[in-house]
């Protein structure tokens, strides 16, 4: 097992856990304590974990991991849940994104689907209009002449890689989208969806506000439960794309509340 992937493994565990114990750690990943120790020593130099005697706590009250850590988590799960949703997009559409790796499958299915429409209109334009917060996001598309691309301004969150503040919300006031697709860290019942962090609930609540059709992309993972941040109610969300693994009552229960469920 190279760095990298015990390095995944141990932050996957402690967003799990709240916590990690050494010994535990160790057995789990099978590998030595020294190397636990290490690893949770670098961990901790990047303050992505805080050190304790004898393991590791989460860094901070709302913990998540860094994106980059987080893409190989349901990856299947969000490939076909990203595929299923640039399918309710129009050619012609202006698409809201968020941040996240489930949208980061969205930006990349609607990049392919304009790669082989080849331009729709005989190359008389863009096929679509995006517009996104996300760094990542924005780098993939930018390469890619069939998508016109607008990006927010804003101070970068380094682990999601979101443009958020003012300069963010001052772009958004601006524009009108015809969708957005969103990526939530929970789906209650009650609350509705949520983000961890409250400047990344607050863009993605302007781009609910700035667009016709509001659809979430999550996998099942995320529902029933909450993070720190309330972005919108059911209310206001049209479509919910996610997978099978949904429970029945959670999927009736968005149905109640108006909103279309596919799962795939």
């Given amino acids: 097992m190279s760095k990298h992937e015990r390095w995944s493994a141990l932050l996957e565990l402690l967003a799990a856990e709240g916590r990690l114990e050494v010994e535990e750690a160790a057995t789990t990943l099978e590998v030595s304590a020294a190397t636990i120790r290490r690893d949770l020593d670098e961990l901790a130099e990047q ?6 005697r004898g393991g590791a706590i989460a860094h901070g009250v709302s913990y998540e991991l860094p994106l980059r850590y987080k893409s190989s988590r349901h990856a299947s799960e969000k490939q076909r849940i990203a ?4 399918d309710l997009v129009a050619d012609g559409d202006v698409v ?7 949208t980061t499958e969205v930006a990349r299915a609607l990049a392919l689907r304009a790669s082989a429409g080849g331009g729709a209109g005989g190359g008389a334009g863009p096929v679509l209009t995006v517009v996104t917060n996300a760094l990542n996001i924005a780098g993939e598309l930018a390469v890619r002449p069939q998508i016109k691309l607008v990006v927010t301004g804003g101070v970068a969150r380094p682990q999601t890689y ?7 919300m001052g772009v958004l006031n601006e524009v009108v989208l015809d969708v957005v697709i969103l990526g939530v860290d929970g789906v209650d019942p009650e609350l509705g969806v949520m983000a961890h962090q409250e400047d990344e609930a607050s863009v993605s609540r302007l781009l609910t506000e700035r ?8 996998d099942s993972s995320k529902m029933g439960k909450r993070a720190f941040a309330r972005i919108c109610g059911l209310d206001r969300i049209d479509v919910v794309v996610t997978d ?6 959670a999927a009736g229960r968005l149905t109640d509340a108006g909103i279309k469920v596919i799962t795939v």
């Fill in 47 to 52: 303050q992505m974990l805080v050190r304790t």
């Fill in 83 to 86: 595929a299923a949703a640039a």
């Fill in 96 to 102: 809201g994104l968020n941040g996240g790796t489930t």
């Fill in 162 to 168: 979101e443009l958020v503040g003012p300069l963010t």
């Fill in 211 to 218: 667009s016709h059709r509001v659809i979430v992309v999550t």
């Fill in 244 to 249: 099978s693994a949904i429970p029945a009552e």
